[in-house]
Each structure stands twice: as structure tokens, then as C-alpha cells.
């Protein structure tokens, strides 16, 4: 036991000590920053304000409604011209617009017009001329209301007049489903990003090990199995050190970018969101299935790496390509999690949530719908006691493997010969 | 007392019986050298003996008790042919971390990689990483890591691949000073001069089999082949020769190789030589070398394994 601990540190410590971990830890948040300051920069500063000339051949438009519409939203600036459209054409940059638009003189109120074009020197997308789209049909739309007598109250009740529908779950009404599958999704991607890299971590550790040639050095003091397995847990602590570290760098960040004033509409959205949703679930249930999930996949997963490490020499084409079924198996869980977001309680997603090779993503993916309301306790009892058992099978199947591989130069197993090795007596 | 005994040992792998049958004894203090050609087994046997396999059949005696890996491995010391460091690690903290998976406290490691630090004049390598040493360097640091636990038993596969004669001797004056104090050495190779240098026993194993068994000088006499060196200070003719006691294997000019006839001695040899009137400078015995030995048993048998069926 002590040996196993000796081996833990030493797997822990070097790895904790490395350049890349450290830059990677600090990277991580920082990117976070850029993305939080970026955003802001984009929506406050976003799309330079547009000036178009507008020539109305149809005599709709009058100047006091586009002024009207350019003070609500100042985005965009609609501006009516008399030009002739051959001087405007030849003059509208030297006049100081992006652009210009003719209405014509063939525009019918009840019809309306399909295309426009918005006419400028440079390639604009449908993106960039949205806005000025939007705010014509804004004109466009109090046109209409003053054609059909529609008044300030008529229009009031067109707009918001409306039926609303949400899902609710009958027998967990205070599940907000769409919070719910933001942390689903949330939750799943960050198992899924962590059982690749760190699992690759391992199967990277263990080729070391086996190229550097010290693993029959140590197995002449500790068994192989005490080796794979001290392996696995320093790298698990690893991880969780890194998530650890990362949740409070969002922390601190958090608070300097609200302290700063410089959160903006979607950050306060989130937020808010997130404060719903503290109050309408179980954070503490969820919070410690996310760290079973987290580990118990881990285990299942890098004991499989663990496996393959020990069986590929130096090649890293070997390695990838023997644990091409492994990573496979991960996306394929990521990509059912999509799947069942949709329908949380159908088939697919109960029983991918309880199979051991995609519960830690899919169950994580479904917990935040609610308990015992979306996932009843016997499913969750099932999967957690199904992926326990499923990480001791695959341990013990790697351990198997990885007892003979790590020993075991020359040529590139099959995955037929490496499941021999697990069957055969010592 | 023996502080290894084998009894009957077997390991069969899928395509190979890797090990078939040996037994042997080692004595506390001796230096034991375990021969073979590659694939004879040798590795195996190894592997059961620090406790890496369990022997299909047979049994371990280690220091007068059944062999318990668990315990056991604390008082071996393994340096295996497929040797190797972390690269990365640092030199100090490394041998500590080899030495506490050994059992050896901190501070008691501590001190001990110190002191063969100074005795190797290694005392400046602490903090630099492995990756930096020369390949010769890197064996002297693995020597030290496998016999700073003080094993009672130490085992060393191919020692001196790789290093210079210097270092060589520096390795070998220590393996002596290991055996002076008390432990045991199996040195496993194939490199016979050493074995005939170092080894006063020696085992040779072939396909899995024990072929030969003793002390070096033992089993030298059990090969010679009656062979004799003559000089005489004067040159000799073929008239001289015609005798029925020895058959001539090489003429020269002054000197001679005869073989012996069983049934005659070597007096009578003599005898003959000065009835006839010649100078006899020197008579020497022409012992075979035990790499003659080693090619003499060995050959005739495939060089590399061939697969065979196992029935277990």
C-alpha cells in the first residue's frame, strides 16, 4: 500500500511540476478572460456603423419616420437622398454613405418587394445587410399600420398577443429544462474532454515507462498492477488539481469582470440563469455525481489506455491506432449525449445513462433535468452501481494485459492477442 | 547454507517451454554465473526468481524459507538486460524514489545514495536529469540503484554492456567488494572472459534446459581433452613422435601438441621424451577456455528458438 502511495506522488508531482501543466492551468483561464473581454469588445464596438442613401422612387418613406427610426436605433443610419441613381452610383462614397438602396416606383403596399439590392464597392453578406433590412421593415411595418388603421392599442395587441409553451415535467415542476440542458451539456463536454486528455495522459505514461525501459526495474519492487494502478489515481488527482484550480481562476475572474463593470447582457443572462437554477436544483447531488462520474469514467477508461500503453512499443501510430475502439467509444457516448438532450427520459437515453461505457457522459448529461423527476433513483443506483462494477472488470482486464505487455518488446499486438493475455494463467 | 535453491522449476509459454526443468543451488557469498545463449531461458528463470512470474511448477527457496515475493524482493536487487531510467527525472530524486520502492526510508536512502554518490564520484549528478548523462553513466547510476538497498541477493544481467573498460573495472572491483560482504551475485551473460574472471560457479542452460553445472575449474577439467603443450630447445623430428602414448595434434618446429593417450600418464610422457634425449623447456596442460566449452554445448542446437507445442 505505502508503494502504491510512493508511486502516486511520484506520478502527481512530476506531472504538477511540468511547464505545460502550469502553462496550460494558467492558459486556460486566460483564453476564458479573452473570450469574456472579446465578446464585450464585439457587441459594444460590433458591426461599424452603417450610412445608406436612400432614394424612394415610391413615395412610401417620408423623412420624419426614418429620422424617427435612426434615433431608436443608431446603428445604422437611413438616410433619404433626391439623387438621381446614376450620380448616386458615380458619388454616394465621395457623399459619405457605405451604400445606397433605390425603392421602386412599382412598390405595392399590400406585396411588398422580395429583392432589393443594397448597393455598395465592397462585398457586403447577408449578415452585414441585415440591420439595415431590419430597420427598413420597421418603417416599413408603421407604413402598413397606417395604411390597414392600425393604431398604437391594435398594434400593442398584434405584437404581444401571443401563447407561450414550456415543457414541464409533472413530476418535478420546479425543473427549468433549459438550464438544465445547458449544464448537461456543460458537465458531459467537460467529462468527455478530460477522459481523452488525461486518458491519453496515462497511455502516453505507461509507453514511457515501457520505452525508457525502467518498467522491469520497478516491477522488481512493486507488482505490475500496483504500477498501473498508482499511475492512474496520481493522474485522476492531476486532473482533478487542474479542474480544481481552473473553477477558482473563473472565480476570481468572475468577480474582477463584474467589479469592472465589464460583464455584459449575455454574462448577466447566465448568470442570472445560473442563480435560477441554484435555486430549482440539488447542487450538492449534482456536484458529487459530476465528481463520481468524473472519476468512475476515468478509471473505466484509463485502465483501458493503461492497457494499450503496455502493449505498443515507441510508436505513436501503434498507439493510435490500437486505441482507436477506445476513443471511439468516448465520442460515440458524446454524440448519443446529444441525442438523448432531446428526449432525456427516452430509451436511448436511459440506457445509455446506465451502460458503464457512456453513463459517465450521458447520466451526467441527464441528473441536471432533476432527481428523482427526469432520472428516477433506481436508474441513477443502477448506473452508479453498474460503472463501479465496470471500472473493477476493466482494471482487472488491464491489469491483465498490461502485466504481460509491459514486459513484452517486439511486434505490435492485436487486440485478439492482448485479450489472450488477459485469460491466460500467470 | 544455500541462500537460493531451485527445485524443479518450469514455465511454459504459449509457443516456448522457457524454462524446463531446473534446479540449482546457490551458495550465500558466491559469485554464480548463469550462462546461456539468447532465448535459452535465462530471463525467465530471472523473472521467477524476483518474484515478476510464479513458476508454473516447482519451487523457491530463498535464505532457508519458501520464497515469498512480497517480502522477499526488499533483499534483491535486479538489474535487468532491458534496463532503463526515467529521462526526465531528476538523478537524486530518482535513485530515492527506486530506493524507497524498496522499503528504505527517506532519510536512511538519503544517506546511503550520498555516500555511493562519493565513492562513484557521482556527487555532482544530483540535480541534472538522466537524459543528460552518457549511456556509460547512466549504467554506473543504475548499478548504484539496484544494490543501494544492500540486497543479500543481487542480480545482474549483462552488467557491462556498454561501458568502458574503466568503468568496467570500477563495476567489477564493486561486485567483489558486494561478494566480500556477504552477498550473493548471479551474473547472467554471455560474454564468457568475464564468467572465467568473475564467477566461481557457474550454470549453463540451454532451451530451457540446465546443461552444465560447477565451480568454473571444475568444470574445465571435465572438458579438458588430455591436451599438452611441449617445447624443446631443440628441433624435433616426426621419428620422435611415433609413440602409442599421445597422438600429435600440431608440429611445429620446437614445440608440439599432443593429446594423451587415456591410457598413459603424463610421467610416462615425459619419461619417453628424456629416454630419447631431448630438451624439455616447458609441458603444459592446454585447458579448454569456456567459451570453447560454452560453443562445444551449445552447438548443434538451433541459435535462435524454434516454436514448439506444449502439452501442460
Same mark, same amino acid.
Given at each position: 500500500m505505502n508503494k502504491i502511495l510512493l508511486i502516486i506522488r511520484r506520478e502527481y508531482l512530476t506531472r504538477v511540476r511540468k511547464r505545460t501543466f502550469i502553462i496550460s492551468t494558467i492558459l486556460f483561464p486566460l483564453l476564458y478572460l479573452g473570450l469574456i473581454f472579446g465578446t464585450t469588445y464585439i457587441a459594444t464596438k460590433g458591426g461599424s456603423n452603417l450610412k445608406v442613401a436612400v432614394v424612394d422612387s415610391s413615395g412610401y418613406f417620408d423623412k420624419g419616420r426614418v429620422e424617427r427610426e435612426n434615433l431608436l436605433d443608431s446603428s445604422t443610419v437611413l438616410t433619404l437622398v433626391s439623387e438621381q441613381p446614376d450620380s448616386l452610383r458615380a458619388n454616394f462614397k465621395e457623399m459619405g454613405y457605405d451604400g445606397f438602396l433605390i425603392i421602386p416606383a412599382n412598390l405595392n403596399w399590400e406585396k411588398g418587394v422580395k429583392k432589393i439590392p443594397l448597393q455598395s464597392n465592397n462585398t457586403m453578406s447577408n449578415e452585414g445587410a441585415a440591420p439595415v433590412q431590419a430597420k427598413l421593415n420597421r418603417i416599413w411595418g408603421s407604413i402598413k399600420n397606417e395604411k390597414l388603421g392600425i393604431d398604437e392599442t391594435k398594434k400593442n395587441i398584434l405584437e404581444t398577443s401571443n401563447i407561450g409553451l414550456y415543457p414541464q415535467n409533472i413530476n418535478d415542476k420546479s425543473a427549468n429544462s433549459g438550464v438544465a440542458s445547458g449544464i448537461g451539456y456543460v458537465a458531459g463536454f467537460l467529462i468527455y474532454f478530460i477522459l481523452l486528455l488525461y486518458g491519453s495522459q496515462v497511455m502516453m505514461g505507461v509507453m514511457e515507462e515501457k520505452t525508457s525501459r525502467i518498467a522491469e526495474v520497478i516491477v522488481s519492487s512493486v507488482k505490475p498492477f500496483q504500477l498501473m494502478l498508482g499511475k492512474i489515481i496520481g493522474i485522476s488527482l492531476v486532473a482533478l488539481t487542474q479542474f480544481f484550480l481552473w473553477i477558482i481562476f473563473i472565480f476570481v475572474i468572475y468577480n474582477i469582470t463584474k467589479a469592472t463593470g465589464q460583464s455584459n447582457a449575455t454574462m448577466n443572462n447566465m448568470v442570472g440563469g445560473v442563480q435560477e437554477v441554484f435555486t430549482s436544483i440539488n447542487v450538492p447531488l449534482i456536484l458529487f455525481c459530476f465528481g463520481f462520474y468524473l472519476l468512475g469514467g476515468f478509471f473505466f477508461y484509463a485502465s483501458l489506455y493503461a492497457a494499450i500503453g503496455s502493449a505498443v512499443n515507441e510508436d505513436m501510430r501503434e498507439a493510435q491506432s490500437l486505441s482507436f475502439p477506445i476513443t471511439m467509444l468516448v465520442i460515440i457516448s458524446i454524440a448519443l449525449m446529444s441525442a438523448a438532450m432531446?428526449?432525456?427520459?427516452?430509451p436511448l437515453a436511459v440506457w445509455g445513462s446506465i451502460i458503464p461505457f457512456s453513463s459517465p457522459i450521458m447520466m451526467m448529461a441527464r441528473i441536471p433535468f432533476g432527481v428523482p423527476g427526469t432520472v428516477p433513483w433506481w436508474q441513477l443506483g443502477l448506473s452508479m452501481v453498474s460503472l463501479v462494477v465496470g471500472f473493477i472488470l476493466t482494471t482487472w482486464f488491464a491489469g491483465k494485459i498490461y502485466r504481460t505487455g509491459i514486459l513484452m518488446y517486439g511486434k505490435k499486438p492485436t487486440w485478439k492477442e492482448m485479450i489472450k493475455w488477459a485469460f491466460r494463467k500467470n | 547454507m544455500p541462500i537460493l535453491e531451485l527445485h524443479h522449476l518450469r514455465k511454459y509459454f504459449a509457443t516456448q517451454k522457457a524454462v524446463d526443468d531446473i534446479s540449482l543451488s546457490i551458495e550465500k557469498g558466491q559469485i554464480f554465473g548463469l550462462l546461456g545463449p539468447n532465448g535459452a531461458g535465462k530471463t525467465t528463470l530471472i523473472r521467477m526468481i524476483t518474484g515478476i512470474f510464479y513458476p508454473d511448477e516447482g519451487e523457491i527457496i530463498f535464505d532457508g524459507k519458501k520464497f515469498d515475493p512480497r517480502n522477499d524482493i526488499s533483499r534483491i536487487g535486479y538489474m535487468p538486460e532491458e534496463r532503463g531510467l526515467y529521462k526526465k527525472m531528476k538523478i537524486g530524486e530518482q535513485t530515492l524514489y527506486l530506493a524507497q520502492l524498496k522499503g528504505l526510508g527517506r532519510a536512511e536512502a538519503t544517506k546511503k545514495i550520498k555516500e555511493w554518490f562519493e565513492r562513484l564520484d557521482m556527487q555532482t549528478w544530483w540535480n541534472k536529469k538522466v537524459e543528460d548523462l552518457s549511456k556509460g553513466m547512466q549504467q554506473k547510476l543504475q548499478f548504484v540503484t539496484t544494490v543501494l538497498h544492500e540486497p543479500k541477493l543481487v542480480i545482474l544481467d549483462?552488467?557491462?554492456?556498454?561501458?568502458d573498460p574503466v568503468n568496467t573495472n570500477l563495476i567489477k572491483d564493486e561486485i567483489y567488494n558486494l561478494a566480500r560482504n556477504g552477498a550473493t551475485i548471479i551474473f547472467s551473460t554471455h560474454r564468457m572472459e568475464q564468467v572465467e574472471e568473475i564467477c566461481d560457479h557457474i550454470v549453463l542452460v540451454n532451451r530451457g534446459k540446465k546443461i552444465l553445472d560447477g565451480t568454473v575449474r571444475q568444470v574445465k577439467q571435465d572438458f579438458k581433452e588430455n591436451l599438452f603443450r611441449v617445447n624443446f630447445s631443440q628441433a624435433i623430428t616426426a621419428e620422435h613422435l611415433a609413440i602409442h602414448l599421445f597422438e600429435v595434434k600440431q608440429k611445429g618446429d620446437r614445440d608440439v601438441i599432443i593429446k594423451v593417450d587415456?591410457?598413459?600418464t603424463n610421467n610416462d610422457v615425459l619419461h619417453y621424451f628424456i629416454n630419447k634425449g631431448l630438451g624439455i623447456e616447458s609441458f603444459n596442460e592446454i585447458l579448454p577456455s569456456l567459451n570453447e566449452i560454452f560453443i562445444r554445448q551449445v552447438?548443434? /542446437?538451433? /541459435?535462435s528458438r524454434q516454436f514448439q507445442v506444449v502439452n501442460s
Open positions: 432531446k428526449d432525456p427520459t427516452g | 549483462e552488467p557491462f554492456s556498454g561501458l587415456p591410457a598413459s552447438e548443434g /542446437t538451433p /541459435t
